[in-house]
């Protein structure tokens, strides 16, 4: 390319004012990659909060505690929602998005919980919304199933999706900590929700994996569609159960299609020492994408913290000065797909005598014992039956390492005449 053509291109990026709601982790994580990032066409013109009470680490004069004086200001271009609340996020984005705003979040919780509308209020306003730190952190999944996979006939998708519970688990598994301090730590390491039971019962993985699925299948579900199985329950004997047998446990989010439906669901799993999965520790993700001719790629990287989801955002912001946004491709492909959860899966199931789990509730029983005053059963058995076990008190439930997944065959509906 000629210097005059490069020059040409680079002055048509656009330079961007931005008003950030929220400076908490990512928040000031994006603030310290922007001022560290020469040539980026972008400046925060303001910065709204919620605690008044608080104190900031730059001048008062850039905070505010009113979300009109971003929203309201023709001055900025771009809303960067970095905030921990899902309601008032998507109000935000709303509203932003209705005033010409273009939109940067990484609110997974928000995004799953509102993405057709999200999806529809972009082709309303024609502005984009753009959320490649919502999913796995620094790895840039969502714009890769949108460009390099635009055309790409995809299968599956399957990975790591959360790193606070991939933290926990390495330093619960190899340094053998307690359960609840490796929990603060990742608290304190800003790896955290809010709410961290979102993490640990693995619904952060989900609303990531309900955005993934979007892009992947083109296909809009809705995360209480979605089982997930969190990592709460793992008790000490399933921990000595994995190391005996060589293997790890990691919160596996996955989502595939066979025919016409697209499965998806967020359990824990027992992954053999040679799977790629193993070897990704603390609070890296990893996202595997099977893909039919390509066959499977995986991507690893950082998926929680400040400023690798402050690189992420930042980004999104980059793109913005080009003024990319998602085309949705997936959505625009012809296919009749459908979300379900009726599959079979192989797990372990873990519980304290007395639950009244028996042989008889698995499809297929494989095989049984008792030890330390607990009952283990292994075999086939529904998802649906597994996540209603996951909610009882001392039940573990991890899935077998390479388990199989059936999916289930529709029971024909049978009629009879009334005579
Ligand atoms: N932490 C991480 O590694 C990652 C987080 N995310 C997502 O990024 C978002 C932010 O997370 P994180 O930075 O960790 O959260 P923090 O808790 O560290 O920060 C939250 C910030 O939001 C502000 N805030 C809350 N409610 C409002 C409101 N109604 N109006 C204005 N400001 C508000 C808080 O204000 P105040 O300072 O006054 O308390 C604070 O600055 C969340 O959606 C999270 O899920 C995504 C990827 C990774
Ligand atoms: N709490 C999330 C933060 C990033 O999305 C995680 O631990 O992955």
Not at 364 to 392: D, I, N, P, R, T
């Amino acid at each position: 390319m000629s210097a005059e053509k490069n020059n040409t291109s680079h002055t048509k990026h656009r330079h961007l004012k931005l008003g950030l709601f929220g400076f908490g982790c990512v928040g000031q994580g994006l603030y310290h990659v922007l001022d560290e990032t020469p040539g980026i066409k972008a400046e925060i013109k303001r910065i709204c909060v919620k605690h008044k009470n608080k104190t900031r680490p730059l001048s008062e004069d850039l905070f505010t505690f009113s979300k009109e004086d971003i929203l309201n200001d023709p001055d900025i271009d771009v809303v960067v929602e970095l905030i921990d609340d899902a309601k008032a996020a998507f109000d935000i984005v709303k509203t932003a998005l209705q005033n010409g705003k273009a939109v940067v979040t990484a609110n997974k919780k928000m995004l799953a919980e509102h993405l057709e509308e999200i999806y529809q209020l972009q082709q309303q306003y024609g502005k984009p919304v753009l959320y490649e730190g919502a999913v796995c952190g620094a790895i840039p999944i969502i714009r890769n199933l949108e460009e390099y996979y635009d055309n790409d006939l995809l299968t599956g998708i399957e990975g790591i999706f959360n790193g606070s519970t991939n933290y926990i688990l390495t330093k619960v598994f190899e340094e053998r900590k307690s359960y609840g301090d490796a929990l603060q730590k990742a608290q304190e390491l800003g790896f955290a929700e809010s709410d961290p039971s979102l993490d640990v019962k693995g619904f952060d993985p989900k609303f990531k994996l309900v955005v993934a699925i979007a892009h992947t299948f083109g296909v809009f579900v809705k995360p209480e569609e979605v089982i997930n199985i969190g990592i709460d329950r793992i008790s000490d004997l399933d921990l000595k159960f994995a190391r005996d047998n060589g293997y790890g446990i990691k919160l596996i989010a996955r989502a595939f299609k066979v025919e016409n439906k697209v499965f998806g669901f967020v359990a824990p799993q027992f992954i053999e020492s040679t799977h790629p999965l193993y070897a990704v520790r603390n609070e890296y993700n990893a996202v595997q994408v099977q893909s039919a001719f390509a066959e499977q790629q995986l991507f690893v990287g950082k998926g929680a913290g400040s400023y690798p989801t402050g690189s992420a955002v930042l980004s999104d912001i980059s793109a913005l000065t080009y003024d990319y946004q998602y085309e949705y491709k997936k959505l625009h492909q012809p296919h009749d797909l459908k979300f379900t959860n009726r599959l079979t899966v192989e797990a372990f199931v873990s519980f304290d005598e007395g639950t009244a789990i028996s042989m008889s509730d698995f499809e297929q029983f494989q095989s049984g014992y008792a030890s330390h005053g607990k009952q283990y059963m292994v075999g086939k058995v529904s998802l649906e039956k597994l996540q209603e076990w996951s909610g009882w008190d001392g039940v573990g439930v991890i899935l077998a390492p390479n388990a199989t997944l059936t999916p289930q065959k529709e029971v024909a509906k049978s009629f009879s005449l009334a005579s």
